[in-house]
């Protein structure tokens, strides 16, 4: 339909938007709607409306649209939405160049964690059960003597997430009392994770201490008083602190909270279990490092760097974990039986894999060699080029990916990526235009321009014939 251009909102239009019950009446006509549950249509038409008043407010709607027009339009939606029958939840292609994207669902799983989540969910399981003496088990048991073996701790749980591993450890550790924290590591990362909201939920006093950009170890010394329960670390994960900076060292801060009988935690963020290193990209500290130089408990994601599924893993020393374990707020936040299948398996793959990288999906496509996703941006730009037409100009072009989910921000990723422009088409309307692919391709405008990177596609073949069909 032609543009209206960028005017007023047409109220006319709007009000031409047949309401729920006149096209409830009007689906009731038709035998094939009948089947369907009153409410599942009125949802439908609800959804078709909202989409078509956005369309009214970008000016992507013909003034002219009466209302019979509209109706038809509104049914005719409303009947390729069910006879579609797509979830709401469906698959896309990420080629925003961001590999852990949390708003796309994170790190995807490798297959034997796929395998695993299937059984679970299939058949009945040992999930809390002790076959050996046939009585009740504990769900922990089944990731535990893994973490354990993987990171060098005593103890280990399992949680929803990390930020439920972080107020459940916070809760169990220090309620009612003092935790004492560096100012510039009271992070707040995506999707409202903000360490002092997170520590006022849990009960425990906030105690701030340092400059934005400099703490020391005798700032923490002066900070702990009778009524203080923990010392906080929180890797920055997000972002860096550079120039004139100073932090106090784990090690350093073990020491003094060991004079004072005090427990030592840190929120990792993403947490590796493996050195990053050799993937050229910056070394973030391994769980495994931190268990060593003390720290009582240790927080990260399941499904960042790990690449496994969302949850929150806490290890650390026996006495620490065991409280935590017994907190009632464990029972809460304990998680289901498929992500425990798929943190096992993907755990097992850290244990025994002699090629992590062709194992797990997200550390593949970490480590792809520049050279590969050169040669697929140049070959995917040309085969675009050719169906896209004219007036659209390709080029590939080297960007700089991002690993995501706060792990090495500062980190130049090397990456290629096909940008596209129009001389007519905003980038914002390529954009939509490939949002509109099956399955849906999301990239990035950078530039005036928009961008596919293929750091973070799985597979770049399938780009071209989501575009354009097989
Ligand atoms: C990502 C992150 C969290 C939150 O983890 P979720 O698994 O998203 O709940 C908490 N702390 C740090 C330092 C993080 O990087």
Redesign the pocket.
């Given at each position: 339909m032609a543009r209206t251009g960028t005017g007023a909102v047409p109220a006319e239009l709007l009000k031409a938007i047949p309401p729920v019950e006149l096209c409830l009446r009007e689906a009731c006509k038709e035998e094939r709607w009948r089947r369907f549950r009153r409410g599942y249509v009125a949802m439908i038409v609800r959804r078709v409306q909202a989409a078509i008043r956005g369309q009214i407010a970008c000016g992507e709607m013909a003034a002219s649209v009466g209302r019979d027009l509209m109706l038809k339009e509104v049914m005719r939606r409303v009947g390729a939405a069910i006879e579609a029958d797509e979830l709401p939840l469906k698959r896309v292609i990420n080629a925003t160049g961001v590999v852990v994207h949390?708003n796309l669902g994170r790190a995807l799983l490798a297959q034997p964690a796929l395998d695993a989540i299937t059984l679970a969910a299939r058949e009945a399981v040992n999930l809390e059960y002790d076959l050996e003496h046939g009585r009740r088990g504990d769900r922990d048991e089944l990731v535990e003597e893994e973490l354990c073996a993987l990171t060098g701790a005593d103890a280990a749980t399992v949680v929803?997430?990390?930020?439920?591993?972080?107020l459940l450890a916070l809760n169990t550790l220090a309620e009612g009392r003092e935790v004492i924290a560096a100012r510039g590591e009271l992070?707040e990362?995506g999707?409202s994770?903000r360490?002092p909201d997170v520590m006022a939920k849990s009960g425990a006093r906030l105690r701030e201490i340092g400059t934005t950009n400099r703490t020391y170890l005798s700032d923490y010394a002066r900070a702990i008083g009778p009524d203080t329960a923990l010392l906080l670390k929180?890797?920055?994960?997000?972002y860096r602190i550079v120039g004139f900076t100073a932090e106090a060292s784990l090690s350093d801060l073990v020491a003094l909270a060991r004079e004072h009988r005090l427990p030592v935690m840190e929120?990792?963020?993403?947490g590796a279990l493996i050195d990053l290193s050799s993937y050229g990209l910056a070394r973030e500290p391994l769980v495994e490092e931190r268990v060593k130089a003390g720290a009582g408990v240790v927080?990260f994601?399941?499904?960042?760097l790990l690449g496994g599924p969302?949850?929150?893993l806490i290890v650390g020393q026996r006495e620490l974990i065991d409280r935590i374990k017994a907190n009632p707020l464990k029972r809460a936040l304990r998680c289901g039986k498929l992500t425990l299948a798929a943190l096992s398996a993907t755990l097992r793959l850290y244990l025994r894999s002699p090629d992590l990288d062709a194992a797990l999906p997200t550390l593949r496509m970490l480590r792809r060699g520049a050279e590969e996703l050169s040669e697929s941006a140049k070959q995917i730009a040309s085969t675009l080029a050719r169906r896209l037409g004219s007036g659209f100009e390709l080029e590939a072009v080297t960007t700089t990916a991002q690993v995501g989910?706060?792990?090495s921000p500062a980190e130049e990723l090397k990456s290629w990526a096909v940008a596209i422009s129009h001389k007519e088409l905003s980038p914002e309307a390529i954009a939509a235009s490939f949002r509109r692919a099956k399955p849906p391709i999301i990239g990035r405008i950078e530039h005036d321009r928009f961008l596919l990177d293929l750091r973070s596609v799985n597979e770049p073949a399938e780009l071209i014939e989501a575009r354009f069909g097989a």
């Open positions: 949390t929803n997430n990390n930020a439920a591993a972080v992070i990362i999707g994770f360490m929180v890797h920055p994960s997000n929120d990792l963020g993403s927080t994601s399941g499904d960042k969302q949850a929150g989910s706060g792990a």
